[in-house]
């Protein structure tokens, strides 16, 4: 018996997915992180770390900043040009995405950081207080 892959829909993702943008320092409205939760709604694999691993074809382990923190190096956009659209733009704008939340969470917030060391050193340390918390 073949079991179907579940469904999950851009609108039921809505309040579970965010997204933020450090380098213009805002979340990313509903309308540009649509596309994004569309396709983690078509990779849906049952967790949202590898739904977001397969939309963003991040292949590197995570590094871990206490057991709700994780960073993913994202590939460069050239590497990916058989993924979806959004995965490409990303890419192209973007160096890292810290994810906040794991897969026992009732969500998960992406912050997306710029392709650079100090970047990533400064967004990180905008999590210092709560890198601790355990799940």
């Keep these: 018996m073949q079991t179907e892959k ?6 039921q993702l809505k309040n ?5 943008c450090f380098i213009e320092d805002r979340w990313f409205s509903d309308e540009e992180s649509l596309p994004l939760r569309a396709e983690v709604g078509r990779a849906w694999s049952g967790l949202f770390t590898d739904s977001i691993k ?27 040009t058989n993924y979806p659209a959004i995965s490409q733009e990303l890419a192209a ?37 709560i890198s601790n918390l355990k799940n």
């Design 54 to 80: 397969a939309v963003l074809g991040v292949k590197a382990r995570a590094s871990h900043c206490g057991q709700l923190l994780s960073v993913y190096p994202l590939p460069f956009a050239a590497g990916i």
């Design 6 to 11: 579940p469904q999950v829909t851009a609108e």
């Design 93 to 129: 704008k973007y160096g890292y995405v810290v994810v906040y939340g794991g897969d026992g969470a009732a969500g998960l917030q992406l912050y997306f950081v710029e392709r650079s060391a100090l970047s990533l050193n400064e967004a990180l340390s905008k999590f210092d207080r």
């Design 16 to 20: 579970t997915l965010r997204a933020y």
